[in-house]
């Protein structure tokens, strides 16, 4: 049996490899920064976000080192821009997608103004949802669309490297993904390959919500749009940085599939 004393020596052990875990953080999340600022400047964009000491100098930067001038925004005009986007998608009044509009600019680089973390749903497209056309939006997906290590680098990259100030974890209706995950945890199915990966991953939101009605599995997509959100705010050494000085907003979204709306839900 253990005395005071040993467990105090076992707590001070404790704090010690708390600290150590502390620094090689800290350690790691310096060598990934300093990392994504040479990548800044070998992609040309020496001058905006993290190239520069992590402020935000898009603005100062002359437009015409910028692919897409107009897609300098702050977190909050950024959302402003992709909600009236779906607002004319919605009422149908999306514009023309023209290749040759952009084909000049965007041989230079890109600076998307938004980054979606999608299902791969084939009725949801952000690109035609938000009614934005190329170089606007840097998309991540993956059928429920949950975390995974590939899609948070792919994230990270988004906002360290091409400076978006705004991420949207976007879920929907009807989600195939999130009801295989209930199947999983509600019924004990167990689906072929790598199938079950997926429903496991969703598993915690499914647990998370008890309600067991007609809305279970409405409530558990939000759920674990919620969840991948608030994962993405305080867990990840990167994202969390910016988020945590307001450089990036993350929010969730569900599309509806009847009326093509995203309904802001985080
Ligand atoms: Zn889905």
Same mark, same amino acid.
Request: charged residues 20%.
């Given at each position: 049996?253990?005395?005071?004393?040993?467990?105090?020596?076992? =707590?001070?052990?404790?704090?010690?490899?708390?600290?150590?875990?502390?620094?090689?953080?800290?350690?790691? @999340?310096?060598?990934?920064?300093?990392?994504?600022?040479?990548?800044?400047?070998?992609?040309?964009?020496?001058?905006?976000?993290?190239?520069?000491?992590?402020?935000? @100098?898009?603005?100062?930067?002359?437009?015409?080192?910028?692919? @897409?001038?107009?897609?300098?925004?702050?977190?909050?005009?950024?959302?402003?821009?992709?909600?009236?986007? =779906?607002?004319?998608?919605?009422?149908?009044?999306?514009?023309?997608?023209?290749?040759?509009?952009?084909?000049?600019?965007?041989?230079?680089?890109?600076?998307?103004?938004?980054?979606?973390?999608?299902?791969?749903?084939?009725?949801?497209?952000?690109?035609?949802?938000?009614?934005?056309?190329?170089?606007?939006?840097?998309?991540?997906?993956?059928?429920?669309?949950?975390?995974?290590?590939? =899609?948070?680098?792919?994230?990270?990259?988004?906002?360290?490297?091409?400076?978006?100030?705004?991420?949207?974890?976007?879920?929907?209706?009807?989600?195939?993904?999130?009801?295989?995950?209930?199947?999983?945890?509600?019924?004990?199915?167990?689906?072929?390959?790598?199938?079950?990966?997926?429903?496991?991953?969703?598993?915690?939101?499914?647990?998370?919500?008890?309600?067991?009605?007609?809305?279970?599995?409405? =409530?558990?997509?939000?759920?674990?749009?919620?969840?991948?959100?608030?994962?993405?705010?305080? @867990?990840?050494?990167?994202?969390?940085?910016?988020?945590?000085?307001?450089?990036?907003?993350?929010?969730?979204?569900?599309?509806?599939?009847?009326?093509?709306?995203?309904?802001?839900?985080?």
């Amino acid at each position: 049996m253990c005395n005071r004393r040993d467990l105090t020596g076992a =707590n001070i052990h404790l704090n010690k490899n708390r600290n150590k875990q502390q620094e090689q953080a800290d350690l790691d @999340k310096r060598s990934f920064l300093k990392l994504a600022g040479a990548s800044a400047i070998s992609l040309g964009f020496a001058g905006t976000g993290i190239a520069s000491g992590m402020e935000n @100098k898009a603005a100062e930067t002359p437009a015409q080192t910028i692919p @897409k001038p107009e897609n300098v925004l702050t977190p909050d005009q950024a959302l402003e821009r992709l909600m009236a986007g =779906n607002e004319r998608y919605v009422s149908g009044k999306s514009e023309p997608l023209d290749f040759h509009d952009v084909e000049t600019a965007l041989i230079k680089g890109q600076n998307p103004y938004a980054t979606i973390l999608s299902c791969s749903d084939s009725r949801v497209s952000p690109e035609h949802c938000f009614d934005e056309a190329l170089g606007d939006l840097f998309v991540a997906r993956v059928a429920g669309n949950y975390l995974t290590h590939d =899609n948070l680098a792919t994230l990270e990259y988004s906002v360290a490297v091409l400076n978006t100030p705004l991420i949207m974890v976007l879920g929907h209706e009807s989600c195939g993904a999130v009801k295989a995950a209930i199947d999983a945890v509600d019924h004990h199915r167990d689906f072929p390959g790598h199938i079950q990966l997926l429903a496991s991953a969703i598993a915690p939101a499914v647990r998370a919500v008890s309600d067991t009605s007609s809305s279970r599995l409405i =409530n558990v997509t939000k759920a674990n749009i919620i969840m991948t959100v608030e994962k993405l705010r305080t @867990k990840t050494p990167v994202l969390d940085y910016y988020h945590d000085h307001k450089k990036i907003r993350i929010v969730g979204g569900l599309y509806h599939l009847s009326t093509g709306k995203v309904e802001l839900i985080a």
